[in-house]
Nanobody, 116 residues
Framework: QVQLVESGGGLVQPGGSLKLSCEAS????????MRWYRQAPGKERELVAA????????NYADSVKGRFTISRDNAKNTVYLQMSSLKPEDTAVYYC?????????WGQGTQVTVSS
């Protein structure tokens, strides 16, 4: 069974940090490019960060550039999103995503709330 399971979300104050994890199983994780998306209430789902198969190339949304870092550990079948200097507008459900060609997998999401 293919699974992507996110963890690490929660409530954090503005300026704080969180590290999200996405643990994959049921497919060859090292063959898949991975992404993090997020969706805030009333807004479209947006791409936050992406990382290539070997982790050598990364891309970020302008809104998070310099504050978020995506990384992966293929030996652990895990992709991470380190979030720093968090702002209230970062509040959203964060989703892990993997793709190889036409094969696409989504996690169930983890809630991140940035509030004082």
């Amino acid at each position: 069974q293919v699974q992507l399971v996110e963890s690490g979300g929660g409530l954090v104050q503005p300026g704080g940090s969180l590290k999200l994890s996405c643990e994959a199983s049921g497919f060859t994780f090292s063959n898949y490019a991975m992404r993090w998306y997020r969706q805030a209430p009333g807004k479209e789902r947006e791409l936050v960060a992406a990382i290539s198969i070997f982790g050598r190339s990364t891309n970020y949304a302008d809104s998070v550039k310099g504050r978020f870092t995506i990384s992966r550990d293929n030996a652990k079948n895990t992709v991470y999103l380190q979030m720093s200097s968090l702002k209230p507008e970062d509040t959203a459900v964060y989703y892990c995503y993997g793709q190889l060609g036409l094969t696409k997998y989504w996690g169930q999401g983890t809630q991140v709330t940035v509030s004082s």
